[in-house]
């Protein structure tokens, strides 16, 4: 099993839509947790950390579930340039664990 | 502002050479780490180094080696370099100690194939 398992999607939706994915995670010990973005052909770059309260950063709102062991991530207004691959990625056992990443394409 | 830089950005090789991919940051950054992208699979984690001279195996480090003989500079060797090598090479940097909560600032990446 993953460490780390996200809905690869695609998920196509038009402009100024909502999106929201998920991520699952195995390890119960696991401490911190993070979405970075992906744009094609470049490198991950960090998007935001997820708190235990949830958090938002301008359209984007990160939410975690310990007991359930998973994280969202929702994107309000979509704009075309949210168009990217989305990393979950969570830290435990002294390591950094990726997802293999939810691509979200924006649609005019 | 942060900047990772690796040696190249596409490489062909043959089966069997040595290749070194080189990776150097300029934030003084003590961790630095080589991850490997596949379609499908995410990011994993090869080796990692929390200080000159040191490294770590990461969950795949087998047909791997790597040298960090200055704090700036990490290099991956594949020794014989095989066709299940071929894939994207993502060098890695954050600060700090011990754990990496940081922010991971990533260099462009290396797309290696291996014929």
């Known amino acids: 099993r993953k460490e780390v398992e996200q809905d690869p999607g695609p998920f196509n939706v038009p402009e100024g839509a909502t999106v929201a994915f998920n991520c699952t995670y195995s390890n119960s010990a696991s401490q911190s947790f993070f979405w970075y973005r992906q744009d094609c052909r470049k490198e991950p770059k960090l998007l935001m950390s997820v708190y235990s309260s949830g958090n938002e950063d301008g359209r984007f709102t990160a939410q975690l579930n310990r007991a359930s062991q998973y994280i969202s991530l929702l994107i309000r207004d979509s704009k075309l340039s949210d168009s990217a691959t989305y990393l979950c990625?969570?830290?435990?056992?002294?390591?950094?664990?990726f997802g293999a990443g939810t691509t979200v394409t924006v649609r005019a | 502002d942060v900047k990772v830089t690796q040696s190249s950005r596409y490489l062909v090789k043959r089966t069997g050479e040595k290749v070194f991919l080189e990776c150097v940051q300029d934030m003084d950054h003590e961790n630095m780490f080589w991850y490997r992208q596949d379609p499908g699979l995410g990011l994993r984690l090869i080796y990692f180094?929390?200080?000159?001279?040191?490294?770590e195996k990461g969950d795949i480090p087998e047909g791997y080696s790597v040298s960090r003989e200055k704090k700036e500079r990490f290099s991956l060797i594949l020794e014989s370099a095989s066709t299940n090598q071929t894939s994207m090479y993502l060098c890695a940097s954050v600060e700090g100690p011990g754990q990496p909560t940081y922010e991971q600032y990533f260099g462009p990446g290396t797309r290696l194939t291996v014929t």
């Open positions: 990625v969570v830290w435990g056992d002294y390591k950094l664990s």
């Open positions: 180094s929390y200080d000159v001279k040191m490294k």
